[in-house]
């Protein structure tokens, strides 16, 4: 168990430019989630996938974002024409779902910084 | 809908006093409630979770916290405070629809003077 990692772990980019961000989570987790952080404040959810299927995003996710897991494995995060107010960590975590509501933990990675100058 | 609220921004306690972080939950059912850790430029850390078993929670490095339905409030303690515990706290309860969302509380900042 290697744990959940992300990358890049930091991120500086123009205003207007694209990124993509890649989460690997724990091996053998089928559930995959992106929350965002930004400065004081607690992390909010963003959107999850069960297996390669998301299903569910937050209205926090602009049209500019996009997210995949193709193979139900590692995970990608692109937005696109970054802005100013898209700075903020950006957090994966994953999860093991034996379908017990309420029972699965949630492991984070150590988060992307993203500065959108 | 279901929200935590941290009632203290920022906690400071001396090296090998007791340690109280406060949280209070709203909840429409039966909440899964947790505890996380963050220190700088790392991950958040699990310290213990709440899903409808025993009240009183026990969790890593010595914090334990009480699930007290009738207070709405589920604070976090620890016996002895170590300057390694100094790190961003957060409160945290589970939405389940379909998946497990967590909703974070705003975080207390746990400073440990020497």
């Given amino acids: 168990d ?6 890049p772990r930091h991120k500086i980019t123009k205003r207007g430019q694209n990124v993509t961000f890649r989460c690997d989570p724990i091996s053998e987790h089928n559930r995959l989630y992106w929350y965002r952080q930004t400065l004081g404040q607690g992390p909010e959810f963003l959107t999850y996938f069960q297996n390669e299927a998301q ?5 926090l996710l602009s049209d500019r974002f996009s ?28 999860s093991l779902s034996r379908g017990l509501a309420g029972k699965e933990t949630q492991y984070f990675g150590p988060g992307t910084r993203l500065l959108v100058l | ?18 340690v109280l972080l406060r949280c209070n939950y709203s909840s ?23 899903t409808s078993a025993a009240t ?24 002895s405070a170590h300057m390694s515990d100094a790190a ?12 497990q969302k967590l909703v974070f509380g705003q975080g207390t900042r746990l400073t440990i003077n020497p």
């Fill in chain 2, 88 to 99: 961003e706290y957060f409160c945290v309860v589970s939405i389940i629809q379909g998946a």
């Fill in chain 2, 1 to 18: 809908a279901q929200s935590v609220t941290q009632l203290d921004s920022h906690v400071s306690v001396s090296e090998g006093t007791p």
């Fill in chain 2, 56 to 79: 009183l929670v026990k969790g890593i490095n010595g914090f334990e916290a009480e699930f007290k339905k009738s207070e709405t409030s589920f604070h976090l303690t620890k016996p």
């Fill in chain 1, 55 to 59: 299903l569910e995003k937050s209205r």
């Fill in chain 1, 2 to 7: 290697t744990g959940v990692s992300q990358d």
């Fill in chain 2, 28 to 50: 429409s059912y039966s909440p899964s409630l947790f505890w996380y850790v963050q220190h700088p430029n790392k991950g958040l850390q699990l310290l213990l979770k709440y």
């Fill in chain 1, 67 to 94: 997210a995949e897991r193709p193979k139900g494995s590692f995970s990608t995060l692109e937005i696109q024409r970054t802005e100013q107010g898209d700075s903020a960590m950006y957090l994966c975590a994953s």
